[in-house]
């Protein structure tokens, strides 16, 4: 195969799927991943169709501890390599960590920051022998927020996201891989069905529009900052200024106005 792969994680809908739609566009084959076997195959039909790329579904739960390695497994067994990697699978886990159970505590932390830590250390090997590589860990504008009431793990998952790709993108320039990039992509409230699977949709249609991004530019900035080799990239002029603020306010003050803001979006019943 002389084109190379991107391997998507939760490639289903929203930002991942828009992953899918973007890298297709730019010719890339695709490896996509996610639970929801009719959504993947649905995606695979029409990017074929329209690019006339090779797209290869996987259905499979991060939740599981050997997810990565079945995943890599069946593209080697398909003579495929991973070129770029998207770690996008993720979700909200709605409740205070008192009232959740660590069952599910222990799956967030899995799917969210385990498994694309996991995968990450092992397509890292291969990209360093061929050269080339670009990894995109979908973080979150939560990871410089204050920490707050609900979604307990949610800030502090991503915010140690944006610290691993740091590091990765670094370690990578000090080892000589000038060609393999690594990016924490922090978008903020983005339209998809994230907040329809935690059952927060009524909550955050109460917040001002211009809050909000369409997947499309998110992703389009994603892209293009790990191309360029940036590290960290914020999308849009609404969150750029908000993570400025929250690195330049007092740390009591921040504190606050996110708890304020966050009540109207976040469950602690």
Known sequence: ?????????????????????QYAALGWDLAITARRKDRLEMLA????ATHKITVIPLVQDLARANSADKILETLAGQ????????N?????????????????????IRV??????????????????RGYGRIINVASLAGYAPGTAGHTLYASVKAGLIKFSESINAECAAGGHKDIHCTALCPGFTWS???????????????????????APVVRAGIDAVNKGSPVIVPGLANKTLATLTRILPEPLTRTLAGRQSKRYRRTE
């Not at 039909?45 to 074929?48: A, I, P, R, V, Y």
């Not at 996008?88 to 967030?108: H, R, S, V």
């Not at 069905?193 to 997947?215: I, Q, S, Y």
């Open 79 to 86: 003579g495929r390599h991973v070129d770029a990697l998207v």
């Open 1 to 21: 195969m002389n084109r190379r792969l991107c391997l998507i994680t939760g490639a289903s809908a929203g930002i991942g799927a828009e992953f899918a739609r």
């Open 193 to 215: 069905e994230f907040h329809d699977v935690n059952g927060t949709r009524e909550d955050t249609d109460k917040m001002p529009k211009w809050m909000w991004m369409e997947a």
């Open 88 to 108: 996008n699978a993720g979700y909200g886990l709605p409740g205070t960590f008192f009232n959740t159970g660590w069952k599910d505590q222990a799956a967030f």
């Open 45 to 48: 039909t029409e990017l074929e």
């Open 112 to 129: 969210l920051y385990s498994a694309p830590v996991e995968l990450t250390h092992k397509v890292l090997p291969g990209m360093a022998e």
